[in-house]
């Protein structure tokens, strides 16, 4: 299994790449306090000299209850020009591409309990990602404890006008055999991430939980949900056609599917966007998702 996929310095979420997030996140954590201590230290100062004389002949200072005034206004006042300056760089409308969701895997593996649910066609981006970082938890499981990953695809084991066959005036005609060659791509997915949940929870470091589930329906949009606080939703190009050895075929391109960002963690406004986008999963994963074909095939 690994050595069909291996886990490659080049897919850019090691090396170089993680010492620079573990060196940002020891200046976030870090940053604050010695700063406002710093600040503190300078107001205590400049107010203590301007009443005990040996200090301020010592320091050679006249105007020091303004610069104790002044730092302690400061103190007062940095978290909330840390937040503006933060918000002034933040977009109003934050947008990702399919091919970038390896930067939102690497944040939700942050976490200690981390959640991923995926709505789409095959899964294949995300797939790509989960495998390299759910591999990399065997060695360096960092602060995960416990991981879920839930996927939801169309159930093509039945017929569908998308994907389908290009047939005359681009009239779509269900194609059996290029719905069971992407349902085996699917099953081939689902086989390696079960494979990899079994063997990470076997260790006992880390609990981790892969699940496939299939509607019935045409993929029409895709839906990745990061920790339940972190939403990327874009519509598929279903006329988007693929040729295998002569005939067409319409195939939404995951890889080229445009995504809006909603981030509930950084922007209070997207809070109940995000709220929606989790509530419509859920409730599409109990109430209609079905246990695909391929598993009900494997348990007969």
């Known amino acids: 299994m690994s050595s069909g996929r291996g886990s490659g310095a080049g897919d850019g979420t090691g090396g170089r790449g993680g010492v620079g997030r573990a060196l940002r996140r020891f200046q976030q954590r870090v940053e604050p306090p010695v700063v406002r201590i710093l600040l503190l230290v300078v107001f205590v100062t400049g107010l203590t000299a301007q009443f005990v004389t040996p200090l301020g002949d010592a320091l050679e200072g006249k105007a020091y209850l303004g610069g104790a005034l002044l730092s302690l206004v400061a103190f007062i006042l940095y978290d909330a020009l840390k937040e503006l300056t933060a918000a002034s760089r933040l977009p109003a409308r934050m947008e990702a591409n399919s091919r970038n969701l390896g930067n939102f895997v690497a944040d939700a593996f942050e976490s200690r309990r981390v959640e991923i649910s995926f709505f789409g066609y095959t899964g294949e981006t995300l797939f790509n990602e989960l495998y390299h970082r759910l591999e990399r938890l065997q060695d360096a499981p960092g602060p995960t404890r416990q991981v879920t990953v839930r996927l939801i695809v169309p159930d093509f084991s039945q017929p569908m006008n998308v994907p389908a066959r290009v047939g005359a005036d681009g009239v779509a005609q269900d194609a059996p055999e290029f719905r069971r060659r992407i349902e085996r791509k699917c099953q081939e997915y689902d086989q ?109």
Request: charged share 30%; net charge negative; proline share 6%.
């Open 192 to 300: 390696i991430l079960a494979g990899l949940a079994a063997g990470l929870t076997r260790l006992g470091h880390v609990e981790v939980d892969c699940e496939y589930r299939v509607v019935s329906g045409p993929p029409l949009h895709k839906l990745c949900v990061f920790n339940r606080k972190r939403v990327l939703h874009g519509l598929y190009d279903l006329s988007s056609r693929m040729s295998i050895e002569g005939p067409e075929y319409y195939d939404p391109k995951g890889y080229d599917t445009d995504l809006t960002v909603l981030a509930a963690e950084r922007r209070p406004e997207d809070e109940p966007a995000v709220g929606q986008w989790v509530k419509h999963f859920d409730d599409l994963w109990e109430l209609v998702a079905q246990v695909p074909e391929w598993r009900r095939r494997a348990a007969a």
